[in-house]
């Protein structure tokens, strides 16, 4: 068991509060907090990239272990979560050693969709000097819409399994590179599909324009 290590949680959603990417990095933590007396640091990318950056760098520099939590956008970083890898390119201390760890989560039901983001990820940790700990990728991330993972019950049930694992590899200092990444589809594909089917009807209803709702004007006939 690693003894006196610096967690820092980065959350890169857009969003300021009810983000997946909150949920999911605030179970890793409560997790830890079960079982190490770890020294834990939360922030959020957003509110500190433009105004406060030395805020991320500082924190960045005391940490251990980087915990990135961010949404994928077609199939890539946020832009503020790339800044913040570039920032940290130029500003990380690399002379001493510290480990990267990922929670990614996309909007689409397949997990794959992750694929990309998980490279740059990767990538950066190699070309930076940091311990690459792998991480989770979720598919279906929008069906959380920022709970408490406890409270969605046995929908995430494999998510806190999943990220439980996670926690008790870098508790314990174990790594694999055949499983570095664990894979949760939170929801299936057909009901997260009809859910969201219905989610774009109530809104077209909303703003009424259901009858408008498979308008192609863009398509030429």
């Given at each position: 068991m690693i003894k006196n290590r610096n967690v820092l949680l980065l959350i890169g959603s857009p969003k300021k509060s009810r983000s997946t990417?909150?949920?999911m990095g605030d179970y890793l933590l409560g997790v830890?907090?079960?079982k190490v007396d770890w020294h834990i640091e939360k922030i959020h990318i957003l509110t500190n990239i433009q105004e406060n950056p030395d805020t991320i760098t500082s924190a960045a520099n005391r940490s251990d272990l980087i915990v990135l939590a961010f949404p994928i956008y077609v199939d890539t970083l946020p832009s503020h979560v790339v800044r913040t890898l570039l920032l940290l390119e130029t500003r990380l201390d690399k002379s001493k050693e510290r480990d990267l760890m990922v929670l990614i989560n996309?909007?689409?039901p397949e997990?794959?969709?992750n694929d990309n983001?998980?490279?740059?990820c990767r990538y950066f940790a190699e070309q930076n000097g940091l311990n690459w700990r792998g991480g989770i990728a979720v598919g279906a991330g929008g069906a959380i819409i920022g709970k408490k993972l406890p409270d969605l019950g046995s929908m995430a049930s494999n998510l806190m399994k999943s990220?439980?694992?996670l926690a008790d590899r870098l508790i314990k200092d174990e790594m694999s590179q055949d499983d570095s990444i664990l894979r949760v589809q939170v929801v299936a594909t057909k009901m997260y599909n009809m859910t969201g089917n219905i989610g774009w009807q109530k809104q077209a209803q909303k703003h009424g324009v259901q009858d408008k709702i498979y308008d192609k004007?863009?398509?030429k006939s």
């Open positions: 990417s909150e949920s830890l907090k079960d996309c909007g689409f997990t794959f969709h983001a998980l490279k740059i990220i439980s694992i004007p863009d398509v």
